[in-house]
């Protein structure tokens, strides 16, 4: 995109006012800006696509040595190590994102671009009126990425909180499984166990006494054969 302004003619005299008008309205070209956005945000993605490479080719090594048996059933399945680096990807992308949204306010102070903007930097003689060529288009063009970069703000987020609570409810639902296993076992535990009836309590009190009584007859009844 070829950008230029147009000053009055006393700016035109000076050489280099035009320049450094142009610099001081437009640090960078929308293109440009977008392109390197483009760049940051799809690095994020890159780092897991290395990742999947790595766990194939982890994968096919452990095949050669355990004669085909898999380490993975799937290696792109959003699993373990792989699970954390989407995520940090997506952060990372919506940091991105964010960043370059509050750049292009800063630069272009509020998503606005005015017809004419005033300039009195040197080696321009005085303030000097400066008019944007087609600043409609720029705006429009602005607005563009404003709005797509906010929708894939919104996208990072929303699967960043699908994946956290799926998650969570992964965890909540295995740990339930275990309490459920748990409280079967105990179950089956208490039925294969005989109940307490059929236990005969057995007194060491009633035995000693028995045997006291036992040894008193016995002495009776020699008592009474010696007095025959």
């Given at each position: 995109m070829l950008d230029y302004l147009e000053s009055t003619r006393t700016e035109r005299l000076k050489p280099g006012c035009t320049n450094v008008c142009y610099d001081h309205i437009f640090p960078i070209s929308h293109i440009r800006l977008w392109a390197l956005q483009l760049i940051f945000v799809t690095c994020p993605s890159l780092m897991v696509m290395a990742h999947v490479?790595?766990?194939?080719?982890?994968?096919?090594?452990?095949?050669?040595?355990?004669?085909?048996?898999?380490l993975y059933a799937n290696p792109g399945k959003k699993r373990g190590g792989l699970w954390w680096t989407y995520l940090i990807s997506l952060v990372?992308?919506?940091?991105?994102?964010?960043?370059?949204?509050y750049i292009?306010?800063?630069?272009?102070?509020?998503y606005d671009l005015p017809k004419l903007s005033k300039c009195s930097l040197e080696p321009c003689p005085n303030t000097v009126d400066c008019f944007i060529s087609r600043p409609?288009?720029?705006k429009i063009f602005m607005l563009f990425m404003v709005v797509s970069s906010a929708i894939c703000i919104l996208m990072c987020?929303?699967?960043?909180?699908?994946?956290?609570?799926k998650r969570i409810f992964k965890v909540i639902n295995i740990q339930n499984e275990n309490q459920r296993l748990v409280v079967t076992d105990q179950h089956e535990l208490t039925t294969?166990?005989?109940?307490?009836?059929?236990?005969c309590r057995v007194d060491p009190t009633i035995a000693e006494s028995q045997l006291s009584l036992n040894k008193r007859e016995k002495t009776r009844e020699q008592q009474k054969t010696t007095v025959l």
């Open positions: 490479k790595y766990r194939e080719g982890k994968d096919r090594k452990y095949v050669e040595v355990n004669h085909g048996s898999h990372f992308k919506a940091g991105f994102d964010t960043s370059f949204l292009l306010y800063r630069i272009y102070h509020g409609t288009e720029k987020i929303l699967e960043m909180i699908y994946l956290i609570g294969i166990a005989p109940p307490r009836s059929q236990y």
